[in-house]
């Protein structure tokens, strides 16, 4: 569902988000000239990709590239679950115990946090993160594309746990539960009085976090795409004296580097969503 909901959403902002993205990767006049002509989506300069190649730099599917890139890895884990599924023994063959190592630690990590809790939210919670780390892994991998290089993308994705969240607040605590918590849960009369400062305050920061993952996601991994392409470009020149059409191996330090950011940051962006739905939870409740 995840997928279905970021996919959604990743369309409705790609309409309406190319100045964000432009602002956040500090594109000038040149990139706004470039998307106005249908030269290309937005952004700062990537290794080029299957799509890109494909296409030759242009038309609509160049321009949806990070969508299509998104669609194509939910495709992936959907027939990956299904297979697993429709495939499930009682006495799991290699590939059936590697998907089932994989979702253990999701849950025992998840539990560490939410404790009982931990079953309920574990699907949401273990789909975003395969889904962002894959995401990210994409750039690195020839002729990719990371679409957490676009912000609708990241965004898409912090709108779903935002949403998540608030949903769960209002399931788990009810509608005059959830209020209270916005206004800073007042018991006593000071409390009262500084409800017209708190209930701001509450709203104010529910709102910036879908705004921090998604650029935190965002600035984090299109920088590492961005300076993997330098160092590629940097050996490639290093040797085009000799008219070789591949160069010095620059870039295969930051490649680790990367993979190591990659998993950094959906690990960080599944963290920080799994203490968003902590919080909506109800305080009486053990977690641990």
């Not at 242009?58 to 599924?85: D, P, Q, S």
């Not at 949903?167 to 018991?187: E, K, N, S």
Request: contains cysteine; charged residues 10%; neutral net charge.
């Amino acid at each position: 569902m995840l997928l279905c909901y970021a996919h959604i959403m990743a369309t409705a902002a790609a309409k309406i988000a190319p100045s964000l993205l432009m602002l956040a990767a500090g594109g000038g006049g040149h990139e706004a000239e470039v998307a106005e002509h249908g030269g290309g989506h937005e952004g700062p300069p990537h290794l080029p990709n299957l799509v890109g190649l494909i296409t030759g730099g242009h038309g609509w599917a160049y321009e949806w590239v990070n969508i299509i890139f998104a669609f194509a890895i939910a495709l992936f884990f959907i027939i990956i679950a299904t297979r697993v599924c429709a495939k499930r023994q009682m006495i799991p063959g290699p590939f059936q115990n590697a998907i089932e190592m994989l979702v253990e630690g999701m849950y025992n990590f998840l539990y560490s946090i939410l404790g009982k809790e931990a079953k309920r939210y574990t699907p949401y919670l273990g789909t975003l993160f395969f889904y962002i780390l894959l995401m990210n892994f994409m750039g690195i991998i020839p002729f990719g594309h990371s679409p957490s290089t676009s912000i609708n993308i990241t965004a898409s994705l912090a709108i779903c746990t935002f949403l998540y969240a608030q949903y769960t607040g209002v399931r788990r605590l009810g509608i005059v539960g959830y209020f209270d918590h916005l206004a800073g849960q007042p018991r006593s009369a000071v409390m009262w009085v500084l409800v017209p400062i708190m209930l701001p305050m509450h709203i104010i920061g529910e709102l910036a976090k879908p705004l921090s993952l998604a650029l935190r996601l965002f600035g984090n991994i299109t920088g590492e795409d961005v300076l993997v392409a330098a160092f590629v470009g940097l050996g490639v020149a290093a040797l085009a004296f000799t008219g070789s059409p591949v160069g010095l191996p620059f870039n295969v330090p930051f490649i680790l580097l990367g993979l190591l950011l990659s998993t950094i940051q959906a690990l960080v962006f599944t963290l920080l969503s799994t203490i968003y739905i902590l919080m909506m939870l109800p305080h009486a409740e053990e977690h641990h």
